[in-house]
């Protein structure tokens, strides 16, 4: 079986059975929520945050971001699309996970793909389910790491906080089932968890461009 991050791998090859103007109507349409994205991202990060909490700054740019790089994905996606391919989507809805772990699955999901059939499936032959699950949060985290401490010149470490911090979350919540009003809270509570440990993400991007107008909370900070 072909693992490929990027492309749909089934019985129908990959090019896509899509007509040529469905293709064109999604590929414009990508394109005006990248353009939109884009924008939204440029006008925030040009507003004088210093009037505002470092909280406030940190959640609206944050999600900001998130957003942009769902849809320069999936604008990508709709470039090989309208040249006829058929391709796998980045995200599928992750703002209505319940649970971190629902999060995660919802999330870049060709990188998702990959980890699950060639990392975790050969590590759970050798070892407990939870134990390969955390060695797939540390893997992912330690690639993230690598691809921070580049710009930055050094090793930061708290991209490997956030990933081992979100893979007890997901170990946590693994099976967690939740139905009627109480997906409502576990999407609310999900919400803030990620916008908590997103500030890990950040802090070492801050040390490479001035990604916040605020100082970062010295209790944050934690080395």
Excluded at 15 to 21: A, C, E, F, G, I
Excluded at 79 to 105: D, H, M, Q, V
Excluded at 108 to 136: C, E, F, N, T
């Amino acid at each position: 079986m072909n693992h490929c991050l990027f492309f749909v791998n089934d019985t129908d090859g990959l090019l896509t059975r899509d007509t040529m103007s469905s293709r064109l109507r999604y590929f414009l349409l990508e394109t005006i929520y990248f353009f939109l994205s884009s924008l939204g991202l440029f006008v925030i990060f040009r507003l004088d945050w210093k009037a505002h909490s470092f909280w406030i700054e940190h959640t609206v740019k944050s999600v900001a971001c998130g957003i942009w790089l769902v849809h320069s994905w999936d604008w990508y996606r709709a470039i090989w699309n309208l040249a006829g391919f058929r391709t796998f989507e980045f995200a599928k809805k992750p703002y209505l996970a319940y649970s971190p772990a629902e999060f995660w699955r919802r999330y870049h999901r060709q990188i998702h793909r990959w980890l699950y059939a060639d990392v975790y499936i050969p590590l759970k032959r050798l070892m407990h389910p939870v134990s390969a699950l955390l060695i797939v949060f540390a893997i992912s985290g330690a690639a993230h790491e690598y691809i921070i401490d580049i710009p930055v010149g050094h090793f930061t470490g708290y991209l490997l906080l956030f990933f081992i911090l979100n893979g007890l979350a997901s170990v946590i919540t693994w099976r967690l089932k939740l139905c009627s009003s109480f997906k409502y809270v576990g999407i609310a509570l999900t919400f803030i968890f990620l916008i908590i440990t997103s500030v890990f993400i950040f802090i070492p991007v801050n040390e490479g461009i001035p990604f916040y107008a605020n100082q970062v909370p010295s209790w944050i900070r934690l080395w």
